[in-house]
């Protein structure tokens, strides 16, 4: 046995990174205990296992003969070589364990774990016979359910539900929770995380409380998304997964306010944070939302530096902008109309149909009608292929509106009048323009 334990205590040490090189050690010293722990022995065996196979099978086999009436120590031993993937000597010491007690479930555990995800069938028999073995093993039921989860859902769900019924602070709803989220299915995951989240939220991990909101974000349940963003808020202050949510979620919800401050927390206060595009254009879009166009402005301006293909949205927002500045200072009018079909012209390549439609009412904005400058862009748009009946109708009021009204061309307003009338019968300037000269 000195033997067995100067080579177990070795292995305790190398697996000690910061253990000094061993020169004596004294029977009086703490970690001759070890080798009586299966704990303990498990790990400095399946070391061993690794890195001294011959001596490691020499200590197997005098460690089963000593302690041959004690099942723990032979499945401990059975688990090392499992760990080395052995499964022969693992069944071997399984045996023992079997002889020394034959109602010792984690023998039974361990002989499903060797058959695994592999043969989950023949698994689900040992763990099956574990919970037979033993009741209270909390062990079998939650790897029958581990293997069974995708073969055979509802089996999976009666045996966690079995061990809440043996064990009721077992939460078995969180259970299936999380193995329904690890096996892709969204849909279930989500109702079971909300009864595991009604029953207790603190049982629930952060990332069980991440992915429950993420999945009720994505199924467009964003008030109840956003309860339980909140409540991550206040376990993990610093997760970026809640911090993005609840900020995004406030956007939505137009709480500019509310999504600036977290706009704050995702980029400058959450840790191991990679942010994206639309963490950029919502972060200047809530700027915009509460009125601060020139903060907003720079936002647009920096995240279009930052990247080769910037969103066709802040162009879009930043056009947007300088058409209210427009508005706002009349003195300045035609430089930020100018910057505005600027912002507009970028998008031609990406959407060319919302480009000259945008264009278009610049034009307008700028001389009111009297040039026909946005016929230009009319004409453009009218040209592609599938434009829709709304932007077709704008297009043909237009013309109406400059040649009945700049141009005196009743004739001409007329044909656009007929034109607008296939594809808008009830509109209320079609029966005015048709209606003239009668």
Do not use: C
Request: glycine share 4%.
């Amino acid at each position: 046995m000195k033997k067995i334990l100067y080579i177990l205590v070795l292995a305790f040490i190398s697996l000690d990174m910061s253990a000094k090189p061993l020169i004596t050690l004294r029977k009086k010293s703490p970690l001759v205990g070890h080798y009586q722990d299966p704990i303990a022995v498990q790990e400095a065996l399946a070391l061993l296992i690794q890195k001294h196979g011959l001596q490691a099978d020499t200590i197997a086999i005098e460690l089963s003969e000593r302690f041959r009436r004690d099942p723990k120590m032979q499945v401990a031993v059975a688990r090392a070589y499992h760990r080395n993937r052995e499964e022969g000597h693992a069944r071997q010491y399984l045996a023992a364990a079997f002889r020394a007690d034959s109602t010792y479930a984690p023998a039974y555990v361990l002989y499903g774990d060797i058959f695994g995800m592999a043969q989950p069938d023949s698994a689900a028999v040992w763990y099956d016979r574990a919970i037979t073995a033993d009741s209270t093993y909390a062990e079998g039921y939650l790897r029958y359910a581990d293997v069974m989860m995708r073969r055979n859902p509802e089996a999976a769900k009666q045996r966690l539900q079995q061990l809440h019924r043996v064990k009721p602070d077992f939460n078995a709803d969180l259970y299936i929770a999380q193995a329904a989220d690890d096996s892709g299915n969204a849909t279930e995951a989500t109702e079971y995380f909300e009864k595991a989240y009604e029953t207790n939220p603190k049982e629930m991990s952060t990332k069980q409380l991440a992915n429950f909101a993420s999945d009720l974000y994505l199924k467009g349940n964003k008030d109840k998304a956003l309860e339980v963003a909140q409540y991550g808020q206040s376990v993990s202050p610093r997760s970026a997964t809640f911090n993005r949510l609840v900020f995004w979620i406030s956007h939505d919800n137009k709480d500019w306010e509310a999504a600036i401050r977290n706009a704050d927390l995702l980029f400058n206060q959450s840790d191991s944070v990679k942010l994206n595009e639309q963490d950029y254009i919502y972060r200047a879009e809530a700027l915009q939302g509460a009125g601060r166009n020139d903060e907003a402005l720079k936002e647009y301006e920096q995240y279009i530096a930052s990247t080769e293909k910037p969103s066709v949205m802040a162009y879009s927002n930043m056009g947007k902008i300088y058409r209210e500045y427009a508005k706002e200072d009349e003195a300045r009018k035609d430089e930020f109309l100018q910057k505005a079909d600027q912002m507009y012209a970028k998008i031609e390549d990406y959407d060319p149909g919302y480009s000259y439609y945008m264009r278009a009412l610049v034009a307008k904005q700028k001389d009111a009608m009297k040039q026909g400058l946005s016929i230009p862009f009319y004409e453009k748009l009218l040209a592609l292929p599938d434009v829709s009946k709304s932007r077709q109708a704008a297009a043909y009021e237009y013309y109406i509106m400059y040649y009945a009204n700049i141009k005196g061309d009743m004739k001409t307003a007329k044909r656009y009048g007929q034109k607008l009338q296939q594809i808008d019968p009830d509109n209320d300037l079609v029966k005015q323009i048709m209606a003239v000269g009668k």
